[in-house]
T-cell receptor, first 111, second 117 residues
Framework: DQQVKQNSPSLSVQEGRISILNCDYT??????FLWYKKYPAEGPTFLIS?????DKNEDGRFTVFLNKSAKHLSLHIVPSQPGDSAVYFC??????????FGTGTSLTVIP | NAGVMQNPRHLVRRRGQEARLRCSPM?????VYWYRQLPEEGLKFMVY????????ESGMPKERFSAEFPKEGPSILRIQQVVRGDSAAYFC???????????????FGPGTRLTVT
């Protein structure tokens, strides 16, 4: 029962261009969404989040968009940098009890 | 300012042995979550604990797995009679709890990679 889905296992982007990572969810009770970045042999690192009462949150080069009607969120990274190469997980929660993670998208930024 | 600490980082066990994974949350954090990541998969929620309480263990296998977060000391994830299918990376995360956006922000440890031979 995969309540959070990341349908693209990998993505390659040229340095300086925009990276768009997508995530879909099924549970309309989710009230908070997060993006994590993970390097090999390390734990995930929190990147950016958005509450279900908003449709956009921006932090520097990172912007998360939430479309509740479509149950879809996306992470935009612009401009992309080689150091952004990592696996990105989206996660969703209802009342911060359980967190459901997607399977991750491996982003490669080509110099 | 130590982050979330997990030990050991790597653990090798033979089938039938017990595995004990430890997690020390960030200073000031009273909420701990355990996740398992199988190869080629995402993180799967296992259990959510506060000090001396299990809040949600709906992601834990019914048998052989248990978790605790005592008043003093680290949180422990215990796997009894390990099988090969238990081989995975186990991550612990902590959060400050409470209400508001900060209650959702989890800080992850580096993980324990369990290999069952």
């Amino acid at each position: 029962d995969q309540q959070v889905k990341q349908n693209s296992p990998s993505l390659s982007v040229q340095e300086g261009r925009i990276s768009i990572l997508n995530c879909d969810y099924t549970n309309s009770m989710f009230d908070y969404f997060l993006w994590y970045k993970k390097y090999p042999a390390e734990g995930p690192t929190f990147l950016i989040s958005i509450s279900s009462i908003k449709d956009k949150n921006e932090d520097g080069r990172f912007t998360v968009f939430l479309n509740k009607s479509a149950k879809h969120l996306s992470l935009h990274i612009v401009p992309s940098q080689p150091g952004d190469s990592a696996v990105y997980f989206c996660a969703a929660s209802a009342w911060s009890n359980q967190f459901y993670f997607g399977t991750g998208t491996s982003l490669t930024v080509i110099p | 300012n130590a982050g979330v600490m997990q030990n050991p980082r790597h653990l090798v066990r033979r089938r039938g042995q017990e595995a004990r994974l430890r997690c020390s949350p960030m200073k000031g954090h009273s909420h701990v979550y355990w996740y398992r990541q199988l190869p080629e998969e995402g993180l799967k929620f296992m259990v959510y604990l506060q000090k001396e309480n299990i809040i949600d263990e709906s992601g834990m296998p019914k048998e052989r797995f248990s978790a605790e977060f005592p008043k003093e000391g680290p949180s422990i994830l215990r796997i009894q009679q390990v099988v090969r299918g238990d081989s995975a990376a186990y991550f612990c995360a902590s959060s400050p709890g409470g209400r508001g956006p900060s209650s959702y922000e989890q800080y992850f440890g580096p993980g324990t990679r369990l290999t069952v031979t």
